[in-house]
């Protein structure tokens, strides 16, 4: 499938080349084109393991760059939105990059599209995109609007994307939770698992990964959710270590 992904950050870049890692056509949209100029010559701009080889293995091939994000959507079936969105000052998420590409995408749409949001934002954020996209004329039926989170680690998010311990897919009908199935059908079927050049097995992966298929809300609030527990874990034991110092116990054994 040809897939657009908007932004080539740290979760674009990934998404980028792990997608065309499954076998698809990926363009990699940016306005730096600094950045640009590096990826294209092979330059890894973070600290990922295997992404150098992954980009290298697709780069020219599966893999390819543009500043131009409306000629990236026009060739393309699905069309990732990886932008920052950084806090703002009362600790908000700021969605002015999300509301850019989704004018600039509503712009573009000759055929059915699918726009997924897989940048961290708030909830209710799928039905903003799509209000956009409806008040700058692109005709209703002609996109869908779906969710899909990513839980990607520092250091690991290579094989995070690949073997991941869930695929959660936040769509509203199944037209387009059909096309999101078919973007990770090598990981959810398990055939990417069998190539010889798959990306090496970490520890304990669960394959194949189980989909979880959801609304965009439930989604949107999957991501929230997690990040939350996972914070959550980290005070607790915390405080399990403080009470272990206080009293002489080893928190390892705890």
């Known amino acids: 499938m040809q897939i657009a992904v908007v932004g080539s950050g740290y979760l674009g870049l990934v998404a980028g080349v792990c997608?065309?890692?499954?076998?698809?056509?990926?363009?990699?949209?940016?306005?730096?084109?600094?950045?640009?100029a590096a990826l294209k010559s092979g330059q890894v701009p973070i600290h990922e393991r295997f992404l150098p080889e992954l980009l290298q293995r697709h780069r020219g091939r599966r893999l390819s760059?543009?500043?131009?994000?409306?000629?990236?959507?026009?060739?393309?079936?699905?069309?990732?939105?990886?932008?920052?969105?950084?806090?703002?000052?009362?600790?908000?998420?700021?969605?002015?990059?999300?509301?850019?590409?989704?004018?600039?995408i509503s712009g573009a749409i000759n055929n059915y599209k699918v726009v997924v949001e897989k940048s961290t934002v708030t909830v209710y954020t799928s039905d903003w995109i799509r209000k956009i996209i409806l008040r700058n004329a692109a005709a209703p039926g002609s996109f869908d609007v779906a969710s899909n989170p990513e839980f990607l680690r520092e250091g690991t998010a290579v094989t995070d994307f690949l073997y991941p311990d869930r695929i959660v897919i936040g769509a509203d009908n199944e037209h387009s939770a059909a096309v999101l199935r078919e973007i990770y059908a090598p990981l959810i079927a398990g055939s990417y698992y069998l190539r010889q050049d798959a990306?090496?097995?970490?520890?304990?992966?669960r394959i194949p990964p189980p989909l979880i298929i959801t609304s965009t809300k439930s989604a949107e609030l999957i991501k929230h959710a997690s990040n939350a527990?996972?914070?959550?874990?980290?005070?607790?034991?915390?405080?399990?270590?403080?009470?272990?110092?206080?009293?002489?116990?080893?928190?390892s054994q705890v």
């Open 65 to 104: 760059f543009c500043d131009d994000l409306q000629k990236a959507v026009r060739d393309s079936k699905a069309v990732f939105i990886t932008v920052g969105t950084p806090p703002t000052e009362q600790g908000d998420a700021d969605l002015s990059y999300v509301e850019s590409v989704a004018r600039s």
């Open 19 to 36: 997608f065309s890692d499954l076998g698809h056509r990926v363009v990699l949209v940016d306005n730096d084109e600094c950045k640009l």
């Open 229 to 251: 527990f996972l914070a959550m874990k980290i005070s607790f034991i915390n405080a399990v270590a403080s009470i272990c110092e206080s009293v002489g116990a080893d928190v």
């Open 199 to 205: 990306i090496p097995q970490p520890n304990c992966a």
